[in-house]
C-alpha cells in the first residue's frame, strides 16, 4: 500500500501549515490539516485517473492478457479433459516473477468458469502457499471448500490423519473434478517438505466420486530437485515455462493498462516506453512495470501535474529503488543491523568515509549501549563484506604511509532515509533520534502479502 508523506509540502507553494485566525477554520479543501490535506490530495488524483485506481493492481484482472495467448491456450489444453468428464494431467507452471503465471491461470479459471453449464461438475481452488504453508491447513482449506455448512466444516486441533479423512469424505460429497491451484508451491515444500504433496498426489487411488488435479506455480525453476522422486514425477506430468517479457511486449500491457485506468491525454509520449524499459532490464517483470506506471502518476499527483511525464517515471524509479534499499536494511540480522547504524552515524558525523578499525569501535560502542554482547572483528569483517556486496556501502583501499594500507567505508546510500528505517527496528530505537511521524517515507510496493487476481 502507498503512504503518503505526512510531511511532505504540496507542489505548487504556500506554507506547510496555514495560521488559524480568530477560530475561523479553514476552507475544507485547504492542505493546511490533514484531512484538508487528503481531500486536496484525492481531488487531484481524480484529475489523472478515468476511474478507479485499482486498475492498476495486482489484485485487478484485466479483461486481456498480451502476449500469454500462447500459455492461456496451453495451460486451457492440458485442463480441456475435465470439461469432456476425463481427468487432466497434473500441470507445474515456471517462470520468474511477474511474468503473468498467476494472471494466465485465473484467466483460465474465469473462461472455464463461465461456461456453467460446463463447469458444473469442475471445481477450482485456488491457494497461495504463501499464506497456507501447512499440510493442515492445506487440506483443511480444501475440505472446507465443500463444507455444507459449520457443522460440516473441518476444525482446527484434529490429528492430520482426521483431517486428510475429513478431507476426502468431504471431495467425494461434492464429485466431480477438483482442479488444486497451488500457487507458490515452492514456498509450501520450502515450508513443510513435500509430505502433503505426496498425499495430495496419490489421494485419486483412494477418491470415489472426485478427482482431484494438481497445477503448481513457481517462481523457482529449481524447486522440483528437491521433491522426492514420486512426487516430482507425478507433478510434472505436464509442464509450461513462462518466458520473462522484453521491453516491447510490456509496452503493450502498459499501453492497455493506462489506457483504462488515465483519462486520455493525462499520460504524455515516453512514459509507458520508460516504465517498459526499466522494468524490461529488472528480469521483463509486468509487476515492475506496473508499479512504476502507478507510482510515476503518483508523483505526478504530488506535483499538481495535468499529466504524468517521462520525468515522473524517472522519480518513480529512484523511490522504488529507495524502498527496496529500505526493505533490504529491514531483514539484515542484529548485528549487521548495528553495524550498518554505526556506520551511517560516523559517516554523517564526517560527512566522510570512516576507516575499518574506526569502524568497528563505532560498531562495539554502540553494542554495548545496546545491551549486546559485541561480536569479535572477525565476525564484522564478514559482515562488512555482507552490506558491501547488498550495495549499503563501499569499501575502498587507502594508504596510510610506510606501506600501511586499510579499507575506507563509504555509504551508497541515503542517510537521511536508511537511519530511520533502521530505528524502526526496536533493537536499535533506544539510540534513534526523535523523528517527526510521517518522515519516512515508504511506498512498498511490492508488498509480499500482496493478493492476487483469484
Ligand atoms: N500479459 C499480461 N497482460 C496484462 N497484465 C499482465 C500480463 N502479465 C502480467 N500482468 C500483470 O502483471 C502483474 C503480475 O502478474 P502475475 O501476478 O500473474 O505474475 P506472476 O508470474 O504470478 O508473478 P509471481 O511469480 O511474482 O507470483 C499482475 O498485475 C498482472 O495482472
Ligand atoms: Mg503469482
Known sequence: MAVAPVSDRPAG????????????????ASPST??????????????????????????????????????????????????????PSNLLIYGKIGTGKTAVVAQVRQDVTRRTELASHITFIYVNCGNIDTPYGLLQTIGNTFAKGDADRIPTGWSLDRVQAGMRRLLDSKGGTVILVLDEIDRLVARSGDSVLYTLSQL?????????????????????NHLDARVRSRLNEEK?????????????????RAKEAFRDGTVDPGVV??????AALENGDARRALALLRLAAEMAERDRAKRI????????????????????????????????YAILQACERRRNGVLTGEV?????RLAERLGLQPLHARSISNYVSELESLGLIRATIVSRGRGGRTREILVDVPISDTMPALEEDPLIAPVGRPRSRGQLLLTNFDNPGRTGPF
Do not use: W
Request: with cysteine; hydrophobic share 40%.
Open 240 to 256: 509450461i515455462l513462462f518466458p520473462p517479457y522484453d521491453a516491447l511486449q510490456l509496452q503493450d500491457i502498459l499501453r492497455d
Open 273 to 278: 516506453e520508460r516504465c517498459a524499459a526499466y
Open 309 to 340: 511525464t517521462p520525468d515522473h517515471v524517472v522519480k518513480a524509479k529512484n523511490r522504488l529503488e529507495q524502498d527496496i534499499i529500505l526493505d533490504c536494511c529491514r531483514t539484515l540480522p542484529p548485528h549487521c543491523k548495528v553495524l550498518l
Open 13 to 28: 507553494g504556500g506554507p506547510a501549515t496555514a495560521p488559524v485566525m480568530g477560530g475561523v477554520a479553514p476552507p475544507p
Open 360 to 364: 568497528y569501535d563505532a560498531y562495539r
Open 204 to 224: 485419486n487411488t483412494e477418491l470415489e466420486l472426485a478427482r482431484l488435479v494438481l497445477l503448481g506455480i513457481s517462481n523457482d525453476l529449481k524447486f522440483t
Open 34 to 87: 490533514a484531512s484538508g490535506f487528503l481531500d486536496s490530495i484525492l481531488e487531484s488524483k481524480s484529475e489523472l485517473y478515468r476511474g478507479s485506481r485499482e486498475v492498476l493492481r495486482d489484485s485487478y484482472m484485466p479483461s486481456r492478457l498480451p502476449h500469454r495467448e500462447q500459455q492461456i491456450r496451453q495451460v486451457a489444453e492440458v485442463l480441456a479433459p475435465a470439461l469432456r468428464g476425463d481427468i
